[in-house]
């Protein structure tokens, strides 16, 4: 018989992930009412106002590190293919949050990753990869300059498109 997971995992993992989000001055989290595969949407302000620069974040979580497969921050975590498909159809980047609750640790990967190949070029790159890096606060600056960069790069081919 398969062992059902507790029931706080999820709301743990989600205070997890606001914790290390909310650390940051100029994000505004807002938590999804569909379970659609996205749980937050997150907004990088400018003091304190909406910018319209966003980013999606979805969260996973195990109580116990036997469940996962770590060598090199490589995590096994079995793919929900019905999230996958939605994510492609974003307009947005999207993290996935991992949290190991046996000692909290946290993790993360793009699934929809910001690129900008060139000054006016961007797009998303949908990560297949069970690649992850630890998420720490500098993680966290780097996942809003990334974002950051992938707007300001779209801003900038829309101005020379009316030009």
């Not at 909406?50 to 996973?60: A, D, M, P, W």
């Amino acid at each position: 018989m398969a062992k059902k997971e507790a029931w706080y995992i999820g709301q743990r993992a989600e205070s997890l992930a606001i914790m290390y989000l909310t650390r940051q001055n100029d994000l505004i989290i807002s938590r999804q009412q569909n379970d659609y595969g996205l749980d937050f949407l997150v907004t990088i302000g400018k003091e304190g106002n909406y910018s319209g620069r966003l980013f999606g974040v979805t969260i996973k979580a195990t109580v116990s590190a036997s469940r996962i497969i770590q060598h090199d921050n490589t995590i096994k975590i079995p793919p929900n293919l019905k999230s996958f498909q939605f994510f492609t159809e974003l307009p947005f980047p999207v993290c996935l949050f991992f949290f190991n609750l046996e000692d909290d640790r946290g993790y993360y990967k793009w699934i929809l990753e910001p690129v900008v190949e060139e000054q006016s070029h961007q797009k998303l790159i949908f990560n297949q990869s069970n690649k992850f890096k630890n998420l720490t606060d500098e993680e966290i600056d780097k996942i809003i300059s990334a974002v950051n960069r992938w707007y300001d790069s779209r801003k900038s081919a829309l101005v020379s498109l009316h030009r």
